[in-house]
Every structure is written in C-alpha cells, then in structure tokens.
C-alpha cells in the first residue's frame, strides 16, 4: 500500500511534539481490521497527549487521535467486512496504540463499533469521545430513574465539546437545561443547542455549608473541583451527578452529607474502557433519540495540518464544541 498522512507524535529529550509525517501500513501497531479512515476529532485528551501537558501517551512515537471513522478496508475477523462503515472511541487508540489522525487506522476488531443507521461517518465524530461520553452520562442518569419532568439538569463547561452535546441531547429528550459557562458571550450559541437558562459561571454564589438549597434533579459536569463539590451541596433528593471531566481540577472536597442526607447519586463516567455492550446501546441512542438536533453547529471542520491550532485552542480554553477532522483526500 502506499504511504499515507498521519500526524506523528514524537519525544525528543522531553520535548512531545506531533507533526505530519508519510507513513506505512507495515509501520503501525497491529490489529485485526484496517479501517480507511475518513474523519477524526480532536478532544481534550488529544491536545494534552500531544503537547505533552498531559502524561497521556504510553509510546513513542506514535499517531494521536483517540477517535476515528470510516470503512473497513482489509479485515482478518469475520464480524467486519471490506466497506463497512465503523467507528472507534477509547480503549488505547491514540495512547499505546495508532491512533486516528491518519488516512488508514489498524486496530483489535473487539474495539469497533459498527456505525448505527441514523448516523454518518462525519456526525459520528462531530460527536466522537466528547459526544460518547455526554450520551453515556445521560444513559447512567437514566438508569437511576432521572426522567424529563423532574427538574433542571445543570451542564457546566457549556460550550465545551462533552457540553454542547449533553445540552443537545437532554434537550431532544425533553429536559429543562440550565447551561453554566464561563463565556458569557456564547449565550445564544448555547440556547440554540437547547439550554432553557444559561448562567455566568461567575456570577454564582457556591456558599461554603455542607448542604445548599436545592436546585437540580441532576448535572452532567466536565469541570470537577469546585463545580463538582458545589453540585454536590445543591442537588434535589435523589438527584444524579455524571462526573466526567477535570478542566477545573482533578480534587473533589465535599460531605458525606449529600449522599446521606438528600441521597445524591455521583456517577463516575468513563468512556475509555465502557463494556461494548454498553458501548453499542449509547451510539445507538446517539444515533436515535440522544441526537442533538443542532448537531452540525456543534461542529466544525479542520484539515489534518489544522491540529496544532486546535490543541492552543482547547488547552486555551477559547473552543467552542467540536472539531471534526478531515482526512480522506
């Protein structure tokens, strides 16, 4: 086969730097299946592996990305066949394995995902790990009996990739959605997706007691820290946190007394390693009834040699959703 584009990551005496490189199908790790791939994403965990502000990669060099789409161009399993459109999020790609900022992908056949009707290479990575991760958080939710009616569902890092979708997809489900953000000129971005109430995260007063007043059924957060402890004082009776990201901080400091005393649920959200059967339920609601109607908004596409700006703009915080990366020429 002949060479093909990928955005290399290298180490060079502590200096992690990633660049476009030619590369072999012969020089990627192994896998049974290898995908054509048509698009990628770039996600948090993207920029840090590839900046090195994050311990993220386990080898080097090696091609980031950590989600990829497209078709099966060769396979050793028997599940997939040539052409057939698939995904992969999580696991190791991008981290021990090659990842999907490259035009062909080889990975473990138990890793893919065969792309559900209702969703197309691009969508699916308009929503790709960040999009996974707010379906599987709305799915844990669910499965604690939080329902539309309940009350507001609170989503902070609003504008954020996991954000944007989580506020699309409790929204097609019929929830009430207060979005915090700390971009207060992104206002009309977020009640297009579908927030009812948008909030500056400055203007909050967090209070320091052990329990606040009452305020949400529950809360998809991607900030941790303070966020994270101030939702757990102010959610209802049996009301239901998805934690899911640390952009503001990887320490939580609360009480036993939500959990004890009102019964707060926090839910520990994990992408990377979810069952596939799991797995294949929440693309399948993403595809369906979780998918965000103001999808393509939430997206944008770049080119391959786009990532570096990419990653400044997430790490900087100024991204708004997602970028979706092109990769078949």
């Not at 929503?127 to 799915?139: I, K, N, P, Q, Y």
């Not at 939702?231 to 036993?256: D, F, M, P, Q």
Request: glycine content about 14%.
């Amino acid at each position: 086969m002949h060479s093909f584009r990928a955005f290399r990551i290298g180490n060079d005496d502590g200096r992690i730097q990633g660049t476009i490189v030619d590369a072999a199908l012969n020089e990627l790790t192994p896998g049974d299946v290898v995908i054509r791939a048509a698009y990628s994403s770039v996600n948090y965990k993207d920029a840090l592996a590839a900046t090195g502000k994050g311990k993220i990669l386990k080898r080097f060099p090696l091609i980031g990305g950590v989600d990829v789409a497209g078709h099966v161009e060769s396979s050793a399993d028997p599940r997939f066949r040539g052409g057939d459109a698939v995904l992969v999020t999580g696991y190791d790609l991008g981290v021990a394995n090659d990842g999907g900022y490259a035009e062909y992908v080889r990975v473990p056949a138990d890793w893919i995902v065969p792309l559900p009707g209702g969703l197309s290479v691009f969508e699916s990575m308009a929503l790709g790990t960040a999009g996974f991760t707010a379906g599987l958080s709305v799915v844990r939710m669910e499965q604690i009996g939080l329902r539309p009616g309940q009350g507001p569902i609170a989503v902070t890092g609003a504008t954020g990739g996991v954000g944007s979708v989580a506020i699309g997809c409790l929204s097609r489900l019929g929830y009430e959605v207060t979005a915090i953000t700390g971009k207060e000129s992104e206002r009309d971005y977020l009640q297009s997706l579908g927030a009812t109430t948008v909030i500056a995260r400055s203007s909050l007063q967090m209070g320091a007691r052990p329990l606040e007043k009452a305020q949400w059924a529950g809360a998809i957060d991607a900030v941790g820290g303070d966020m994270l402890a101030w939702l757990t004082r102010t959610t209802n009776y049996w009301g239901a946190i998805a934690s899911c990201g640390l952009a503001g901080g990887a320490e939580l400091h609360t009480t036993v007394m939500p959990f004890i005393l009102r019964g707060v649920n926090l839910l520990g959200i994990d992408s990377v390693m979810c069952p596939m059967e799991v797995r294949r339920t929440v693309w399948q609601r993403l595809a369906t009834d979780l998918k965000p109607r103001a999808l393509s908004s939430i997206a944008r596409e770049i080119p391959l040699d786009g990532l570096p700006d990419a990653f400044t703009t997430l790490l900087d915080g100024a991204a708004r959703g997602r970028y979706v990366v092109k990769l078949s020429t």
